[in-house]
């Protein structure tokens, strides 16, 4: 088959595009809430440190947010550095989730509620770094990758 078959956002590519634009913006958004949903409901807001601890994660998930809806933009339009952006937004998720696995501690929390929450937030980096490693690889060694984004990208 020639590189031609495999030109165009499409199969895997177009799941990572997707995922980057709605799936992982929304699924975020849904988790923050319904955590923080979670956290009014338990009265956990009178703890010292909560309300940082939550203005923190939004922060950064702000962040992660826009970065993860850029880099899928740049990917639909084949934009030049597009797979570049895209890596660079994978590494750089990957590293934020080992940040809000710190927000317990920065935030001033209790040491006994900071070290029960390290447990399920290191197990969600985990999870990131897993997820992140095979798009990264995808990303690397894809035929479709290379035959959509090999002559306008720089990576």
């Known amino acids: 088959m020639n590189s031609d078959n495999y030109k165009g956002i499409s199969g895997w590519l177009l799941l990572l595009c997707l995922n980057l634009v709605i799936i992982d913006p929304l699924r975020n958004v849904l988790g923050y809430a319904s955590s923080y949903r979670n956290a009014l409901a338990k009265s956990y807001m009178e703890i010292p440190g909560t309300q940082e601890f939550y203005i923190l994660n939004l922060c950064l998930l702000v962040i992660v947010m826009a970065f993860s809806v850029y880099s899928g933009i740049a990917l639909f339009k084949r934009r030049y550095n597009a797979v570049k952006v ?48 095979m798009w990264y690889m995808y990303l690397i060694k894809s035929k479709r990758v290379q035959a959509t984004y090999g002559s306008i990208d720089g990576s």
Request: hydrophobic share 60%; aromatic share 14%; proline share 4%.
């Open 86 to 133: 895209a890596k660079i937004y994978l590494i750089f998720e990957a590293g934020s989730s080992v940040l809000f696995g710190l927000f317990p501690y920065v935030a001033g929390l209790p040491t006994e509620l900071a070290d029960a929450m390290m447990r399920g937030l290191f197990i969600n980096a985990l999870k990131i770094l897993g997820w992140n490693i």
